[in-house]
C-alpha cells in the first residue's frame, strides 16, 4: 500500500465474543476461518485472567500450514493454562505426511465445518463463537441449532462472503455429528450415575463425560457394563 491510498475501515460484524457468551456456560467453543481467529485470541487472553472463567477451546481454518496465524500467542495460552485451554489448526488442503511445523496446538485434516464437530465431545453447557466466513457461519450456526443448541448460546461475526447461502447439505453434517456426540455424552453420564448410585464413590473428574478416560475406571465399568463407550 502506497502512502496517502484511501483505506475504508467496518463494523461491527456481528456480535463481538465478549459482549455475546451465554452466562453460566463452563465452556466457549470459538472457530474461525483464517484471520477471524485473532480476535478470539485476544477474548482468551483477557478471559483467562479469570481464575473462575469457562474452558476456552480454539479452531482455526486454514489452507495449509503456512497460513496459520497468531500461533505463538496461542502456544503461549496453551502452556500458561493448560488445563483451561487448548487450540486446533484445521487444514483444508491435503498435507503430505512428511510435512512439519515448528507452532504447537493439535492438527485436523479438512474444513472447519467437516474436522471440528467430531473433536467437541458435547455441546452441553456450550457457547459457540463462530466468525469468519459467511457460508462456513451461517452452515455451522444452522448445525448447531438443528442439533438444538439454544439460540443465546451461538454468536457470530461475518467478515466476508456475508450474502452466501449455506449450504444444506453441510448444515446436514454439522448436525448429525453434534446430536451423536451429546447422544454419547448422555450415556457416559448416565454410566457415571450408575457408578456414584452403586459405589457411593464420587466420579474423580470434574466433567462426567470425561471420567472414562481414568483406566480404573474403564476397567470397573468394563466388568460390569458390556455396552461401555470406548
Same mark, same amino acid.
Given at each position: 500500500?502506497?502512502?496517502?491510498?484511501?483505506?475504508?475501515?467496518?463494523?461491527? +460484524? &456481528?456480535?463481538?465474543?465478549?459482549?455475546?457468551?451465554?452466562?453460566?456456560?463452563?465452556?466457549?467453543?470459538?472457530?474461525?476461518?483464517?484471520? &477471524?481467529?485473532?480476535?478470539?485470541?485476544?477474548?482468551?487472553?483477557?478471559?483467562?485472567?479469570?481464575? #473462575?472463567?469457562?474452558?476456552?477451546?480454539?479452531?482455526?481454518? +486454514?489452507?495449509?500450514?503456512?497460513?496459520?496465524c497468531c500461533a505463538k500467542e496461542?502456544?503461549?495460552?496453551?502452556?500458561?493454562?493448560?488445563s483451561k485451554f487448548s487450540w486446533?489448526? !484445521?487444514? @483444508?488442503?491435503?498435507?503430505? !505426511?512428511?510435512?512439519?511445523? @515448528?507452532?504447537?496446538?493439535?492438527?485436523? @485434516?479438512?474444513?472447519? %465445518?467437516?474436522?471440528?464437530?467430531?473433536?467437541?465431545?458435547?455441546?452441553?453447557? %456450550?457457547?459457540?463463537?463462530?466468525?469468519?466466513?459467511?457460508?462456513?457461519?451461517?452452515?455451522?450456526?444452522?448445525? !448447531?441449532?438443528?442439533?438444538?443448541?439454544?439460540?443465546?448460546?451461538?454468536?457470530?461475526?461475518?467478515?466476508?462472503?456475508?450474502?452466501?447461502?449455506?449450504?444444506?447439505?453441510?448444515?446436514?453434517?454439522?448436525?448429525?455429528?453434534?446430536?451423536?456426540?451429546?447422544?454419547?455424552?448422555?450415556?457416559?453420564?448416565?454410566?457415571?450415575?450408575?457408578?456414584?448410585?452403586?459405589?457411593?464413590?464420587?466420579?474423580?473428574?470434574?466433567?462426567? &463425560?470425561?471420567?472414562?478416560?481414568?483406566?480404573?475406571?474403564?476397567?470397573?465399568?468394563?466388568? #460390569?457394563?458390556?455396552? +461401555?463407550?470406548?
Amino acid at each position: 500500500m502506497e502512502a496517502g491510498a484511501a483505506v475504508r475501515f467496518g463494523g461491527k +460484524f &456481528g456480535t463481538p465474543i465478549e459482549d455475546g457468551v451465554a452466562p453460566g456456560v463452563d465452556r466457549v467453543v470459538g472457530i474461525a476461518t483464517g484471520a &477471524g481467529l485473532a480476535p478470539l485470541v485476544g477474548y482468551a487472553e483477557r478471559a483467562l485472567r479469570n481464575a #473462575d472463567g469457562p474452558r476456552i477451546e480454539l479452531f482455526g481454518g +486454514f489452507a495449509s500450514l503456512a497460513d496459520i496465524c497468531c500461533a505463538k500467542e496461542l502456544d503461549a495460552l496453551a502452556e500458561a493454562h493448560p488445563s483451561k485451554f487448548s487450540w486446533t489448526a !484445521c487444514i @483444508s488442503k491435503p498435507m503430505a !505426511c512428511t510435512a512439519v511445523t @515448528s507452532v504447537g496446538g493439535a492438527r485436523a @485434516s479438512g474444513r472447519v %465445518t467437516r474436522s471440528v464437530p467430531p473433536l467437541l465431545r458435547t455441546t452441553r453447557d %456450550t457457547h459457540f463463537h463462530l466468525i469468519g466466513n459467511g457460508a462456513f457461519v451461517k452452515e455451522f450456526k444452522a448445525g !448447531c441449532l438443528e442439533a438444538g443448541v439454544p439460540e443465546e448460546r451461538v454468536t457470530t461475526e461475518i467478515y466476508f462472503n456475508g450474502k452466501a447461502e449455506p449450504d444444506p447439505d453441510v448444515v446436514s453434517l454439522v448436525a448429525i455429528e453434534l446430536r451423536k456426540l451429546d447422544a454419547q455424552d448422555a450415556r457416559q453420564a448416565e454410566l457415571a450415575r450408575r457408578l456414584v448410585a452403586e459405589s457411593g464413590k464420587a466420579v474423580p473428574v470434574e466433567e462426567a &463425560g470425561e471420567w472414562y478416560d481414568a483406566e480404573e475406571w474403564h476397567q470397573h465399568f468394563y466388568r #460390569d457394563f458390556k455396552d +461401555f463407550p470406548t
